[in-house]
């Protein structure tokens, strides 16, 4: 039995439709991801699925150092990604580098591997690596004292097997995933980029059919958000800003639309 935190079990919310930034929260922790950083650690997990920039532009600079003393550091656990740039250094310690020198060394990068499994905030954490341009962990929560799951993709290649498995196999309740273009004759082009097509989520939902799916992270070429609520829900998607859900991810409400 789940118990709720102000009327609801959980929350997502996102900050615009083309954007990657993610914060749930389930019972009474918060997970940001592809987001601003906040002080609260006992609450707060950060995490950063890949090194794209506008996966970590949020966490770089946004958020709350000034409320921390001087002693406290924020946590952000992102992808152990060795890819090498330049003179010795990969795409890891570059950023690391860069979240320091921005943050006067509060802000701090913990390297993730694919298939690990952390424990925070009593809740298991597992990253799923998924494929995409560049090494790209997903996020699968599972806080103990919930029934029910969270999975959270970041940017995936939606046409390739393995990445459908890795997701079906665990069945969550709750899928967040990308979903950069809808119209039929952009199918190809977002696999080539490797990406996700709304048919590549029709794909996941025969195969999930009690899963909620929200998508996310569209292309900002889309500026008629009303055509894409039509979409969505025809189809059977959750799309909004900020959605709550209640006693369980069958009864949710979109508090706040896009
Ligand atoms: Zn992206
Ligand atoms: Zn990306």
New binding site residues.
């Given amino acids: 039995m789940t118990h709720s935190t102000g009327g609801s079990i959980a929350r997502v919310e996102f900050h615009a439709p083309y954007h990657?930034n993610v914060l749930v929260r389930v019972l009474d922790k918060y997970y940001s991801i592809d987001g601003a950083c906040s002080n609260r650690s006992d609450k707060y997990v950060h995490w950063i699925t890949?090194f794209?920039f506008?996966?970590i532009r949020s966490s770089v600079a946004g958020g709350a150092d000034f409320l921390l003393k001087q002693d406290e550091k924020i946590t952000i656990y992102a992808p152990d990604d060795k890819t090498p740039v330049e003179e010795g250094l990969n795409v890891f310690d570059i950023h690391q580098h860069l979240y320091n020198t921005h943050s006067k060394g509060k802000r701090q990068l913990v390297p993730v591997n694919g298939n690990e499994n952390l424990r925070i905030n009593g809740t298991t954490i597992e990253s799923v690596p998924l494929k995409?341009?560049?090494p790209?962990n997903a996020v699968f929560l599972k806080n103990s004292e919930a029934d029910f799951t969270v999975f959270v993709t970041?940017?995936w290649l939606g046409s390739d097997e393995e990445n459908r498995e890795a997701i079906v196999s665990r069945e969550p309740s709750i899928l967040i995933s990308e979903c950069r273009y809808i119209q039929p004759d952009t199918y190809d082009m977002t696999s080539s980029r490797?990406h996700t097509h709304l048919n590549d989520l029709l794909a996941l939902k025969e195969l999930l059919p009690d899963t909620v799916i929200i998508p996310y992270h569209l292309s900002r070429t889309f500026s008629d958000i009303s055509h894409l609520r039509v979409v969505f829900k025809k189809h059977g998607f959750v799309f909004g800003k900020k959605i709550l859900f209640f006693n369980n991810t069958d009864s949710y409400r979109i508090t706040e639309e896009f």
């Fill in positions: 990657p890949h794209h506008d996966h995409h341009s560049v790209n970041g940017d490797m």
